[in-house]
């Protein structure tokens, strides 16, 4: 069991830190768009990576965080995940690539926040 439980929290931590690294691209990226041009015509403007990124993140966070509710049936980090959810597909179906810089900072900071609240929840909560 402690087995699980430290590759569980590793798995964990490679998320919280996906996440954290998904906000400064987007944060950096409208910046490094302006700054250095050539970048803007290539690997920039190819989103199929970005949308694999996101969804690998999502999944990930999905599993986790599904897992420890079903333990500790803290619903929090799970609302938080669906309201990270729920921003992306507000900016692909609706508000378009404009308002990336903010959808995705915000998208990526509400997994973030997930991941956090539900280890401190877990620390707090018991010893598995």
């Not at 999944?59 to 619903?75: E, M």
């Not at 990526?108 to 401190?120: D, E, G, M, P, V």
């Amino acid at each position: 069991m402690e087995h699980s439980h430290r590759h569980t929290l590793k798995i964990e931590k490679v998320g919280f830190y996906l996440s954290i690294l998904c906000a400064i691209h987007c944060i950096a990226t409208p910046v490094l768009i302006t700054l250095i041009p050539f970048l803007g015509g290539s690997l920039m403007v190819d989103h199929s990576w970005e949308l694999w990124f996101i969804g690998g993140s999502i999944l990930l966070a999905g599993i986790i965080l599904w897992i420890d509710y079903r333990k500790h049936l803290n619903t929090i980090p799970l609302l938080l995940l669906n309201g990270s959810l729920l921003v992306k597909l507000t900016e692909v179906l609706w508000l378009g690539e404009s308002f990336e810089f903010i959808t995705g900072s915000l998208g990526a900071l509400l997994i973030a926040s997930a991941y956090y609240i539900n280890w401190k929840a877990k620390v707090k909560s018991c010893d598995c």
